[in-house]
């Protein structure tokens, strides 16, 4: 009789504070409910504008991908048949275009194996380097980074 007595006064306590978390109203970092849904944000153009009509954009710490400077919004979907970022970044045209080669980590594939061209998980370009929007910040950030030096790219 004991045992069932503190097992019912167990599940009641468990009841009274599962109820009193849920009366909580949890807000998310954005302010809004946590079990709201999320509302679409704004569509925002890039930055960017025609390819190497751009500076390119300091990077904030040492390892950071290279963002995008320009836009990419007519350019096509990168794919097993191309990758239009190719067309300016590869070590066959990066002079003529006067664009940054891609770089050489991009040839050697995950286990170690250089390929004479981009290795297939280094081939969308999008997945690492991006373009920008100008666009606030969803919550505030005191982020500063490093004062990063362009590294010297040697071929």
């Not at 003529?96 to 050697?108: D, E, I, L, N, T």
Request: aromatic share 6%.
């Amino acid at each position: 009789m004991r045992i069932s007595l503190r097992v019912s006064v167990a599940v009641v306590a468990a009841f009274l504070t599962s109820l009193a978390m849920a009366a909580d109203g949890t807000s998310s970092m954005r302010g809004s409910d946590v079990a709201a849904p999320d509302q679409a944000p704004e569509v925002k153009s890039y930055a960017g504008r025609r390819p190497g009509t751009e500076a390119p954009v300091a990077r904030t710490f040492s390892t950071q991908p290279p963002i995008i400077p320009h836009a990419v919004e007519n350019f096509d979907e990168i794919n097993l048949e191309g990758n239009q970022c190719m067309d300016c970044h590869s070590a066959a045209t990066y002079q003529k275009k006067k664009a940054p080669q891609v770089g050489v980590s991009h040839f050697v594939d995950r286990d170690g194996k250089k390929h004479a061209e981009v290795a297939g998980g280094r081939y969308n370009c999008v997945q690492c380097h991006v373009p920008q929007i100008d666009a606030p910040p969803l919550v505030d950030n005191t982020f500063k980074g490093d004062a990063v030096k362009k590294p010297v790219r040697k071929n």
